[in-house]
Structure formats: C-alpha cells, structure tokens
C-alpha cells in the first residue's frame, strides 16, 4: 500500500487561556496559567477550591440557540474548537461534505458529566417521568464525534476513541495512520471534555489525583518536590489532518507534520503508571521508529506531566530509558502547569504546543517549578520559555487503565 505524507492545516482551541489561537499561544509561551477560584458551583464543603475553567464561552457563536439545549458542554466545547480549526484550515467545507474520504476521530475520556450530574439529580428529586428524554445520546462519549460528523457532513469513519487522558492523542494518532494509509483524504481531530462539576470534582479529589492548594500560582506544579496532584481543566482541542498533496494543492497554512505514533498498554495498574516508566517509554520508542528518525533528533517533548507524585518521576524515567545521557539535553515540559489537566482533551491540547513551538521557534516553560523533586533532573524549562529551533518533537500521554500514547511531529518548513 502506498504512503502518504499527513500534516496539521488547522487548530481549533478552546481553554482556559483563550480561544484562538493567538491568545492561547501568547499565554503559553510567557508561562500564564488559568486557575482561579470555582465558578460552576458552591465549593464550601469541597477540598478542591481551584480549577482551569473556559471563560466567557459563548455557544451560541457556533451552535444555534435550539441546538444548545440538546447538547452536554462537552459537546458544545467539540463542535466550537472543530468550527474554530476548519475556519483555521481554510477548507471549503462545501467541498468534503458527503466524502467517505473524510472523518472525525475524536475522544472524550468521560463525556456528558454536566447533563449526567443534572439529571440524575432531577431522578432523585421528581422521579423517573422527568428526565430528559435525551439523556443518553446527550452524555454518551461518541456523540462529540458524532455532531462534528453531522455539522460538516463528513461520511468517511465517525470514531470516538475512549482511552482516558490519553484518548485525544489515539485519536491523533489512528487518524495520521488512516490518512497516511491511504484510508482517508482528510480527518477532524482531537477531543474535548467537561468535568468540572459536583460528581466529577468530588471524585477526583477523593482518588487524591487533584491539588487542594489554594495558591493558583502553586497549584499545578509538574515535576516539583511540592506537587500534590493536578488542576482540573476544561475544554476543546481539535487539529485538522490532510494529506499534504491535497493541502499543497489547495495552498493551506501547514504548521507541522505528523510522522510518527506509539501506543501501548502498561497492563499493570488501574489508574498509577509502571513505576519504571517503561509503558510510556515503548510508545515513545515506538513513534520514533515510524517517524524514522535518530534519537538525537527529538528537540522538545511535551509531557503528560500532571503534576501527581504518581506520574511525574515515571515518566522522567522513561524519557531517560528511551535517550539515555541525551535526554539531559532535550527540553521536557508540561504544558499542564498553565492549561489543567483536560483530561481526554489534553493530549490534542499538547500536540498543538508542539507545532506552535515547532513554527515559532519557541520551547514554552513548565510554569511554577521551583525546586525539582527527587528524581525530576532533567530540563523542565522552570518558570520562563526559550528560543530552540525544533526538528522534531514528541507529545505524550498517560491515562487510567494504563493507556500511553505518544505522537511524533516534524517541523514544515
């Protein structure tokens, strides 16, 4: 079977630090974050005070008014980023609806929690006869999937791939191999999720995955001695894949290319990664084997680095099985400190770090780490970004049910 190149000709973002592309970049590279104070609810009796929500999302600058009210957040902040990357794109969606050869991959590590929360509270309030009848098709994690699929009329694969916090970069990755295989022209992808809610901070917390800091500026602090636990995030991340043919020949923006893809199973735990390091460490090994490219060309990876004692040293070793002495020399960052962790988004979040910083030249910092904790020695870029010219990068992902994703992107030039 013939090979065809895949490159990234949009991005659609919609997070904490804004919802363009501009201002989120501008954001990330001076080491902003977006923790505040809990708006969605009274945090009186909770732990967790802190978390990334959206600000001033308007659905209605995407969705029509009627359509909102069928639609869970996570939902909405889908088809908001997917509007966002395909206008980014400058495809002529006129042009792809009805294509076999177009699709949607795109994940949701938990789906409709906010629909889920209302109404299984009106259950117990005023009895079965008053939920919503669209309940299901409103909280069931495909249908972020399938409402981009149904916008842009797109009839080639609809696939929601459900991995946890790993999710959005499988569904990266599944769609560069369909295109790159020949299976497809062009694919929406990425993921978006909604869980700051009563059920879903309650539950975080009492897994103990989440900070109780009260301290913004120290609350998400990956790789240092302090870290407690993550910051919850919220939002959409989508990346627009096309052949490069096809975007040469329609004269698209390019930001980067797609050449290499891992995926594993840990096969040990149900939520804490191999201590070793060693599941994350072979879909790196494995990314960078299709990318075909020498170790020593990796210039910037982006880590799951949530912040969480359980993951940050894992993770630091297996960067260090994979490069051995190199990997003191490649810059290893967490994008996580400024934007949360948005669990089944976040991946598609971070591979979007990675082509900005590819295109513009710039490594972005783990904002708020001080001191390292045991172990963290290598080059987290604390605190304040640097210039670095990027060949090749890695953005990495971890999630529950020992998932672990990495996907490898080239700078075009």
């Excluded at 879903?200 to 800091?213: C, I």
């Excluded at 980067?256 to 460490?281: N, Q």
């Excluded at 010219?389 to 529950?400: A, D, E, R, T």
Aim: negative net charge; aromatic residues 8%; proline residues 4%.
């Amino acid at each position: 079977m013939t090979e065809t190149r895949v490159v990234i000709t949009g991005i659609g973002l919609i997070t904490s630090l804004g919802s363009s592309i501009d201002e989120f970049w501008d954001n990330i590279k001076n080491g902003r974050h977006g923790f505040a104070p809990i708006t969605r609810f009274d945090t009186e009796r909770y732990k967790v005070k802190l978390a990334a929500e959206v600000k001033g999302f308007d659905a209605e600058k995407y969705i029509e008014r009627k359509e909102t009210k069928r639609l869970d957040l996570y939902s909405q902040y889908a088809l908001a980023a997917a509007e966002e990357a395909m206008v980014d794109s400058g495809m002529d969606v006129e042009a792809i609806k009805g294509s076999i050869r177009a699709g949607v991959y795109f994940g949701s590590g938990i789906g409709g929690l906010v629909v889920m929360q209302e109404q299984i509270s009106k259950l117990l309030e005023k009895g079965p006869e008053r939920v919503n009848p669209l309940f299901i098709p409103m909280t069931i994690a495909n249908m972020a999937a399938g409402h981009i699929s149904l916008k842009y009329g797109l009839k080639g694969p609809s696939i929601p791939i459900v991995t946890a916090c790993a999710s959005s970069t499988n569904c990266l990755g599944e769609a560069f191999r369909a295109i790159k295989h020949g299976y497809m022209d062009m694919a929406i992808t990425g993921g978006s999720e909604a869980a700051i809610t009563e059920i879903g901070m309650a539950g975080f917390t009492n897994l103990t995955a989440m900070t109780e800091e009260q301290n913004p500026d120290r609350a998400s602090i990956p790789f240092d001695k302090d870290r407690a636990g993550f910051v919850m995030g919220e939002g959409g991340g989508v990346l627009i894949l096309e052949r490069l043919d096809k975007a040469l020949a329609r004269g698209a923006k390019i930001y980067a290319e797609v050449v290499g893809y891992g995926t594993t199973s840990e096969a040990y735990h149900m939520t804490a990664p191999l201590p070793d390091g060693s599941g994350i460490a072979d879909a790196m090994r494995l990314a960078i084997e299709e990318a075909g490219i020498d170790l020593k060309e990796i210039g910037y990876i982006n880590a799951h680095g949530t912040g969480t004692p359980a993951n940050d040293l894992p993770e630091t070793l297996g960067v260090k099985a994979v490069f051995g002495d190199y990997a003191y020399k490649i810059p290893f960052t967490s994008s996580k400190s400024m934007t949360g962790h948005l669990l089944g988004a976040a991946g598609a979040v971070e591979a979007a770090v990675c082509a900005l910083a590819m295109k513009h030249g710039f490594v972005p910092p783990t904002a708020g780490l001080e001191v390292p904790g045991e172990g963290c020695d290598l080059d987290y870029v604390p605190k304040v970004g640097r210039e670095a010219s990027i060949k090749y990068s890695l953005s990495n992902s971890l999630g529950f049910g020992g998932h672990c994703a990495s996907v490898c992107l080239k700078s075009y030039k």
